[in-house]
């Protein structure tokens, strides 16, 4: 990544990951070069990524910390392990009235997303609209019955299932 306008009072860089693009945690801490120059650049590998996840999606950003504490982050960016489609991640789980879902897309597409219960009847059908990349959308879930569900995406091209528990 490049700094652009780099000054005295930046502390530190810190690179941060998640597997879900909400929860990150810092992966490293890189310090500013101090050269004197306001432009710099700074790259980090992150090793071994693949005993983290084999598949799916992990989203990193930076957040530059400066001497007083205060901080800013960056727009977030994620790679694509090994997968095509749709990778998806469902949080809290149980959730109790709001679950979060969070969908890496490859291309712009219309999705269907149906909640079905434990008996295998439809709760819940929320068309949307999802673009290429990083996707988070809130599912209300408050006036759902405590139990198992089956949460649906379906794109027309591919479909994927993931378990969700709902608890008062």
């Known amino acids: 990544w490049q700094i652009e306008n780099e000054?005295?009072?930046t502390d530190r860089y810190e690179v941060e990951r998640s597997l879900n693009g909400l929860n990150f945690s810092t992966i490293?801490?890189?310090l500013p070069k101090k050269n004197g120059r306001s432009t710099n650049s700074y790259d980090l590998s992150d090793l071994n990524i693949s005993?983290?996840?084999s598949t799916g999606v992990i989203y990193y950003r930076i957040k530059?910390?400066?001497k007083d504490g205060q901080y800013v982050t960056t727009n977030i960016k994620n790679i694509r392990?090994?997968?095509k489609g749709i990778a998806m991640a469902i949080f809290p789980n149980p959730v109790k009235d709001f679950a979060t879902v969070s969908l890496e897309m490859e291309r712009d597409t219309d999705v269907m997303i149906t909640i079905n219960d434990a008996s295998g009847k439809q709760v819940q059908n929320i068309p949307m609209q999802l673009f290429k990349g990083s996707n988070i959308k809130k599912i209300n879930m408050s006036t759902l019955a405590s139990g198992s569900y089956m949460l649906q995406i379906n794109t027309g091209d591919e479909i994927k299932t993931i378990p969700l528990v709902k608890t008062n």
């Open 28 to 30: 490293a801490t890189l």
């Open 7 to 9: 000054s005295a009072i």
């Open 81 to 83: 392990l090994n997968s």
């Open 64 to 66: 530059q910390v400066d």
């Open 51 to 53: 005993a983290i996840r």
